[in-house]
C-alpha cells in the first residue's frame, strides 16, 4: 500500500537544508526549504546568515569542506532573524561546497547553548585559575626570594656564630696564656723578693751594724715597697689560680670559734694602741662547725677586716660569724668608715678598682683584695656582698655553705667504700679530682662494682692492706705527686702484681705507663659503657666467685646468666645432677644454684652427693625452683641449703642479695671492713 504524502508535509516535517556554495562561500545554489527557512537567495554570502559572533565557525566549514567530507559540524544561522544551530555535513563540489544541514531541535539547541554557557563558564573558571596560579607562581616566587634572603642571612648568622666561636676560643686561649704568664712571672718575682725583704729586714737588725737615720728611713722604704710588691704578686698569683681552675680545696674541720681566735690574732697587731679604732670579735655559736677550706675562708675574712681597718678612721670594726639558712655560715665584718657610694659596690670587686677618696691615697693596696676575696666565696661555693653607706660605714657579708658540697659528697663516698659489699667486687679508685671520683661512682652504682676512692698514693697503699681489689683505676697525675713509682711498686710485687691496673690521665703517657706494667691505659675523660666494659674484662682475671648453676632447663640457665650480667660472678653451667656434681668437685664453686626438679635425680640426691664429699661439703646452696614445694621438703631442704628462690620472683637484685647473704654466710669476702660492719 503507498500513501501519499503532500508536499506542504514533507516541508513542514524536514528539518533539511541543501545548500551550494562557491569556493568564497557565496551561496551559489540551495533548495526551496533552505530559501524558505533561511529566507535567503543565490548570490548572498552564506557567512552573512551566521549568527552574530559566529562568523568564522561558517568561514571556517567553507575551507574545510572545499577539500575534504565535513561531518556534525554545527553553525548558528538566523532563521527569521532567530540564531538557530544547524548541524551540517558538507563535501567539495565542483571547486566550491555541497552542503546539507539540518535544523537541530531547539531543546538540543539549547542544551548546547547550555553547554556553551558551561563552557564559557569553565573557561571564565579556568582564566581565573590560570589568574590565581599566576598570583601563586608570583607569591612562589617572592617565598623563594624571601628563602634566598634568609638562607643569605642564615649563612651569615653561622658565620658570625663561627667568628664568635673562634673568638670565644681565642678568649680562652688568650685567658689560659694570661693566666700562665701571671703564674710564671708571680713566681719568678717572689723569689728575688724574698731576697730583697730578707735583706732589707738584715739591714734594719741594729745587731748587723747601725745605719744613719737617713740609711733606716731609706731601707724602710725599700722594706715597705717590698712588701706591697710582694702582696701583690700573690694576690695576683691567687687570682691566676682561681680564674684557670687550678685553685685546690684543701678542706678541714674546724670550729667557728677557735676559726675566730686565730683570726683575732693574725689581726690585732693591725691597730696600733693608740688607734681610735676597736676591732671586735663577736663569739660565735659554741657548737659552729665548719668543714671547708679553712685557709681560703680566713684569706678572705683577711681581706675584708684589713679594708674595714683601712678606711674606718674612728669607731669600730666588728667581725661575726653565726648560721645562715640552709646550712650555711655568715661572716660579717662591719665598720664606721667612710663607707662607699652605691655606684661603687659593683665596681669594687671588679681587678684593679679603687675609689677615689682622701683615705685612699694615705693607704697602701692593690685593688685586687675584693675580686680575690668575691672568687675565693665563690670557689667555696659562697657569696660575697656589700651594703654601705657613704659616711656611716659599711658591712660586707661573706656567706658560705658550712660544709663544702664536695666535702659532703666525699665524705658520703668514703663513708660508703668502709663498708665493702660482699656481691660487689672493689676497685681501688686512685684520683686527686673528685668531680671524676664521683663520676666513677655513679658508673659503677649499679654494677657489680664498688668504688673504693682514694686521693693519695698512701690512701692507696693504706686501703691496699685492707683490701685486695679487683682492679685498680689510677690518674698518674696527682695533686703534688705522681704515682708512676706506685703503679711499678704493685706491679712489681708478689701479692698485688696480678691485680689489674687501669691508668687513666690526662696527657698521653701510654708507653711509660704500659712499661710499667699498666694493663691498660686511657685518656680522660672515660665513658660510662667504656669503664663497664673494661673492669668487667679485666675483673674476670682477678678475684672473682664462681658459681655453678645446675638446672636442666636451658632458659633458666639463660636468664640468670643474664640476671647476673656485669657481675664479678663466673658462671658455670650443668644441665644434670652428676654433671653438677662433678663440676662442683672440679671447680669448687663458691656458691651453688640447684634446680629443685631435675630429670635424673632430685635435689634432695644431689644435695646428700655434695655434703657426702668434704671437698663440696660446704659450698652454699640456694635451691631455685618453680615447683610448689610441700611443708615437709622445704624443711628437708632448709637444713641443707642457704636459701629457697622461687623462680619467677627472681630478680636481678633478689639474686646478688642472695648470692651476697650466701657467700657473706660462709665468709666469703668477708674482711676487715665487712667484719667491722658486724
Ligand atoms: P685595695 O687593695 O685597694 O684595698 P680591694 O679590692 O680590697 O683593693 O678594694 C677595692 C676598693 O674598694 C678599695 O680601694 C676601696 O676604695 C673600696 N673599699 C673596700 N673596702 C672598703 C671599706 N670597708 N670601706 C670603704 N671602702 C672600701
Not at 25 to 52: C, K
Amino acid at each position: 500500500m503507498t500513501t501519499h504524502v503532500p508536499a506542504s508535509l514533507w516541508q513542514f516535517l524536514s528539518r533539511e537544508v541543501a545548500l551550494v556554495c562557491d569556493a568564497s562561500g557565496t551561496l551559489i545554489w540551495m533548495d526551496e526549504r533552505a530559501a524558505r527557512l533561511l529566507e535567503t537567495v543565490p548570490g548572498q554570502s552564506l557567512r552573512a546568515l551566521a549568527a552574530q559572533g559566529t562568523e568564522d565557525k561558517v568561514d571556517r566549514l567553507i575551507t574545510l569542506a572545499r577539500d575534504e567530507r565535513v561531518e556534525r559540524w554545527e553553525a548558528i544561522l538566523c532563521v527569521g532573524g532567530v540564531p538557530r544551530t544547524f548541524a551540517f555535513r558538507g563535501a567539495p563540489h565542483e571547486g566550491g561546497v555541497a552542503l546539507v544541514g539540518s535544523l537541530v531541535p531547539e531543546d538540543y539547541a539549547d542544551s548546547l547553548s547550555q553547554v556553551s554557557e558551561t563552557m564559557s563558564e569553565l573557561a571564565a573558571l579556568h582564566r581565573e585559575t590560570e589568574r590565581q596560579q599566576r598570583e601563586l607562581k608570583r607569591r612562589a616566587d617572592e617565598l623563594t626570594r624571601l628563602n634566598r634572603d634568609l638562607e643569605e642571612s642564615n649563612r651569615g648568622v653561622r658565620t658570625l656564630h663561627a667568628e664568635l666561636d673562634e673568638k670565644t676560643e681565642s678568649l680562652v686561649r688568650a685567658a689560659e696564656i694570661k693566666s700562665r704568664v701571671v703564674a710564671n712571672v708571680s713566681h719568678e718575682f717572689r723569689t728575688p723578693l724574698h731576697s730583697i725583704l730578707g735583706l732589707a729586714r738584715l739591714l734594719l737588725n741594729p745587731a748587723n751594724g747601725a745605719l744613719s737615720a737617713e740609711q733606716q728611713k731609706q731601707v724602710q722604704f725599700i722594706r715597705s715597697s717590698g712588701e706591697a710588691l710582694f702582696e701583690l704578686v700573690n694576690d695576683l698569683l691567687d687570682l691566676s689560680k682561681m680564674e684557670s681552675g687550678k685553685a685546690t680545696l684543701r678542706p678541714v674541720r674546724f670550729s667557728a670559734s677557735n676559726f675566730m681566735g686565730a683570726l683575732r690574732g693574725m689581726m690585732r697587731p693591725l691597730v696600733s694602741a693608740d688607734s681610735q679604732v676597736e676591732l671586735r670579735f663577736e663569739e660565735p655559736p659554741a657548737d659552729l662547725a665548719l668543714e671547708t677550706d679553712e685557709a681560703k675562708v680566713s684569706q678572705v675574712l683577711r681581706n675584708l677586716v684589713t679594708n674595714a681597718l683601712k678606711f674606718t678612721e674612728k669607731g669600730h670594726v666588728t667581725i661575726s660569724a653565726e648560721r645562715g639558712p640552709e646550712d650555711t655560715v655568715c661572716f660579717r665584718v662591719s665598720d664606721t668608715g667612710i663607707g662607699i657610694a652605691p655606684e661603687h659596690h659593683t665596681h669594687i670587686f671588679e681587678e684593679f678598682t679603687q675609689v677615689e677618696s682622701p683615705v685612699q691615697k694615705r693607704v697602701k693596696g692593690t685593688g685586687l683584695g675584693l675580686a680575690l676575696s668575691r672568687r675565693l666565696a665563690e670557689f667555696l661555693g659562697g657569696s660575697l656582698t656589700v651594703q654601705s653607706t657613704p659616711g656611716q660605714g659599711s658591712t660586707f657579708t661573706f656567706t658560705l655553705p658550712r660544709v663544702h658540697p664536695e666535702v659532703e659528697e666525699m665524705l658520703g663516698m668514703a663513708e660508703r667504700s668502709q663498708q665493702l659489699e660482699p656481691g660487689r667486687a672493689p676497685v681501688l679508685v686512685l684520683e686527686d679530682d673528685r668531680q671524676t671520683l664521683f663520676l666513677y661512682e655513679k658508673y659503677l652504682s649499679r654494677s657489680g662494682f664498688q668504688v673504693l676512692p682514694v686521693r693519695t698514693v698512701d690512701e692507696a697503699r693504706r686501703t691496699l692492706q685492707r683490701v685486695r681489689p679487683a682492679a685498680v683505676v689510677m690518674d698518674v697525675m696527682l695533686e703534688g705527686e705522681t704515682s708512676w713509682s706506685f703503679l711499678s711498686e704493685l706491679k712489681g710485687n708478689e701479692a698485688t702484681c696480678d691485680i689489674p691496673i687501669l691508668v687513666v690521665t690526662l696527657m698521653d703517657r701510654e708507653q711509660k705507663a704500659r712499661a710499667l706494667g699498666a694493663d691498660e691505659f686511657w685518656l680522660k675523660p672515660v665513658g660510662e659503657d667504656q669503664l663497664l666494659r673494661k673492669l668487667a674484662e679485666m675483673a674476670r682475671s682477678g678475684p672473682v666467685h664462681k658459681l655453678l648453676i645446675i638446672d636442666d632447663d636451658d632458659v633458666h640457665r639463660y636468664l640468670l646468666r643474664q640476671l647476673l650480667k656485669d657481675t664479678p660472678y663466673v658462671l658455670s653451667e650443668a644441665a644434670t645432677g652428676p654433671e653438677g656434681i662433678q663440676l662442683a668437685r672440679e671447680q669448687l664453686p663458691d656458691l651453688i644454684f640447684l634446680d629443685f626438679v631435675l630429670p635424673d635425680m632430685t635435689a634432695f640426691d644431689v644435695l646428700d652427693e655434695l655434703k657426702t664429699d668434704p671437698r663440696t661439703r660446704d659450698i652454699p646452696v640456694i635451691i631455685h625452683t618453680s615447683h610448689q614445694l610441700q611443708e615437709e621438703e622445704r624443711r628437708r631442704l632448709e637444713k641443707g641449703t642457704s636459701t629457697i628462690l622461687a623462680k619467677h620472683k627472681l630478680s636481678r637484685e633478689v639474686a646478688i642479695t642472695r648470692i651476697r647473704d650466701a657467700l657473706h654466710k660462709t665468709g666469703l669476702g668477708t674482711d676487715a671492713g665487712e667484719s667491722r660492719r658486724g
